[in-house]
Each structure stands twice: as C-alpha cells, then as structure tokens.
C-alpha cells in the first residue's frame, strides 16, 4: 500500500479510534458495576435456594421473550366486564425484534436477551459520557454513565428489559440534537418510540428542539424533517394496536389489566406517605426515599443551567414515571431513563478527588445492586 495511502486511512480511523479510546472507562466501569450487580443477584438467589436464573427471564422479561419467540400471537380477549386480559401487545417492539435477529443465529432467546442488554448499555453508557463531555468536561461525561449504570433501577440493566436499549437510543439523540444532526435525531427518536411509551419525552424533547431551530431560521428543512421523524415510530406501534384492539384507546386500554393508568402522582404519593408513616414491608420504605431523592434531584435540574431539550426529556420522563398508578417498587426502574438527574450531581461530585469516588461508587453500585436483588429474591417482586 502506497505511503499516501496509509496516510490516510490513518487519518481517517484516528478520531474512531481516540473517540472510543476516551470512551472506554465509561464503558468498563459500567460493564464492572453490572457485574457486580449480577454477582448479588446470584448470591442472594443461592441464599434463598433459587437458581438465579429465575429472575433473569421472570416477570417483563418472560412476555419480551414471548413476544421475541412467537410475535404478536395472542388475541385481545376481554371479560365479561369489559376490562382486558393480560397482552403481549403492551410490550413495544423494538428490544424483542433485536432479540429475534439474534436467534436467527442460532442464539437461544434468553442469552440473546442479555446480549441485547449489555451491548445496549454500553452504547448507553458510550452516549452519556459523549453527552457530559460535550456539556462540561470527560470527567463529569464519566460521572454520568457511572451513576446512572448504579443508580437504584440499574437491575433492569443485566435482565432481559429494554431500558438499556430506550436510553441508549435517547442519548445518542440528544447527542445528535446538541450537534444540530436534525435527521440522525429524528430517526433515534422514531425507534425509540418502538422501544417504550415513555419514549415520548424524547419525541417532545427533540420536537421541542426542532422548533427552536425553525424559529431561529438555522439548517433549512433538516429540524423539520427531524421533527417530523421523531414521533413516527410511537404514534405507529399506538395505531397498531389499536388495529388490533378495534379502538384508538387501545394500547392504554390493555395496560389495565396491569391496573396502570396515568394517576397525576395519586397513588404514588399514597404509598410515599405509608412508606414513611408506616411500619410495613421495608421495601416500600426504601422506594419511597428514592422517590423524594428523584424529586429533589429534579429540582436541583431545574437550578441547573441545562440545555432546553435535556430539561424537557428529564422532567417529562421523571413525571411519567411518578404518575403511574401500579408497581410501586418498579419506581427506581421507571427512573432509570432519567439519566439528565446525574447531571448537578456529577458536576459536584466531578471536584471530589479520585480516592473519594473510589469509595462512593463502588458502594453505590453494591447497595443498588443489593436492593434489585431483595426485590426478586426477598420481597418476590418485580424490579
């Protein structure tokens, strides 16, 4: 190969390769912290003489599984009072559909699950440290992936969910919306709309973006397109379902036989308030301080000078994820999207020296780890 050649192709591969070069301790310390995270649930499980195994694949886990084995099967079946049987169909379709192309390769669904998650998570992790590089500096780009990879809900994280594939897709578009990369935004937005109904807080996000753009008269028709682009892929899986329940209603119709619905904060705030006062599980303790830590966190957002789309996607996801009606112990999981609550954090915690975080995280990561544990294996209860 010619000199010039060479040259080139060196050229053209060294900001690939210093990109992922900085992104590495982001990447590593998450994937340390999930296992660490794992290696409790598997002590734990052994402790109460169950294969952890049955956890990995339990609850959500088992109806993207289903759903990545044998599609959209069941029929919408409705009782004798109208309300809905349990359905595949309020599962969104993008995590299970990468699921399936990996058995296409022989790959059983359970591991192919996994897969799907952990590589999920480091391009999620990869995202978030991109993002806080770019606000302020690679150490606080750091904080960000790492508290988020500890925070309370980071179980879902080496289960078969589909968090890791949601906030992958809406870092790397509040990635593309900061570099005014209007369409590569849109399209992000779009399939992560396929991926989870909270995803419409990216969809307003960058909407809410691409206004501002068009007002300002900057990048011609991309932020229109990109805007456009943003809400495709939930409003498309929403009228799908709806095909198939024969009501336009239909996808929030069938999350009633999870009796959850949209509450404007009722029943959270119920069990805030017993989780504080009264002497019952622990558990319920436990999510109800997490809570108000989230809330507190929101406000500090709110304090911090944050971009407009970042402060639009955090407080609509934080309030999505408090004004459900069920499962209050899945709190710290609905939280787990709002990464933008790590910001004011990690620029303080980006001035404490190496030797205190070296403390701090690890034990951050051991007590999240240690609480998605008890939830399966203790309380028997979804994360």
């Known amino acids: 190969m010619p000199q010039s050649t060479l040259d080139v192709t060196v050229e053209r591969s060294s900001p690939f390769r210093t990109a992922v070069r900085q992104a590495l301790p982001a ?37 993207f599984l289903s759903v990545a084995q044998h599609g959209y099967d069941q029929q919408v079946v409705a009782g004798a009072d109208g309300a809905p049987g349990e359905n ?67 179980a879902a994280l080496h289960l078969a969910y589909s968090e890791a594939v949601l906030v992958a897709l809406v870092a790397w578009a509040l990635v593309a919306v900061a570099r005014r990369q209007w369409v590569l935004a849109g399209a992000l937005a779009l399939f992560a709309g396929l991926t989870r109904a909270s995803a419409g807080a ?31 892929g939930l409003l498309g899986y929403l009228a799908y379902v709806g095909i198939r329940t024969g009501r336009a ?45 989230a809330v507190a966190l929101q406000l500090w957002t709110w304090a911090t000078r944050l971009p407009l789309p970042w402060q639009v996607y955090g407080t609509l996801t934080v309030v999505i994820a408090l004004c459900s009606s069920n499962y209050f112990q899945s709190r710290a999981r609905f939280l787990l999207p709002a990464f933008v609550l790590t910001v004011p954090l990690a620029l303080a915690l980006a001035k404490l020296p190496n030797r205190v975080l070296a403390v701090l995280l690890p034990s951050a990561a051991v007590l999240s780890g240690w609480y998605g544990a008890y939830l399966m294996t203790i309380a028997h209860l979804a994360p």
């Open 27 to 63: 990447v590593g310390l998450y994937l340390l912290f999930q296992v660490v995270s794992f290696g409790l649930l598997w002590l734990m499980s052994w402790k109460a003489d169950v294969s952890p195994g049955r956890f990995v694949d339990d609850f959500d886990a088992s109806w």
């Open 88 to 154: 595949s169909l309020v599962f969104f379709p993008l995590y299970p559909g990468l699921v399936a192309i990996l058995t296409l390769f022989g790959i059983p669904a359970l591991p192919a699950g996994l897969v799907v998650s952990v590589l999920a998570g480091c391009a999620a992790a990869w995202g978030l440290f991109v993002l806080g590089r770019d606000f302020a500096s690679p150490r606080v780009g750091l904080l960000m992936a790492v508290l988020w990879s500890v925070g309370p809900g980071s």
């Open 202 to 232: 990216l969809v307003a996000a960058v909407g809410v973006a691409a206004l501002v753009a068009v007002f300002q008269r900057r990048d011609g028709w991309r932020p229109w397109l990109g805007g456009l682009l943003a809400p495709l």
């Open 249 to 293: 209603d239909g996808w929030f119709w069938l999350q009633n036989a999870w009796q959850m619905h949209f509450d404007f904060g009722q029943f959270t705030w119920e069990q805030v308030k017993e989780g504080l006062t009264v002497d019952r599980a622990s558990w319920i303790t436990v999510t109800a301080l997490i809570v108000l830590v």
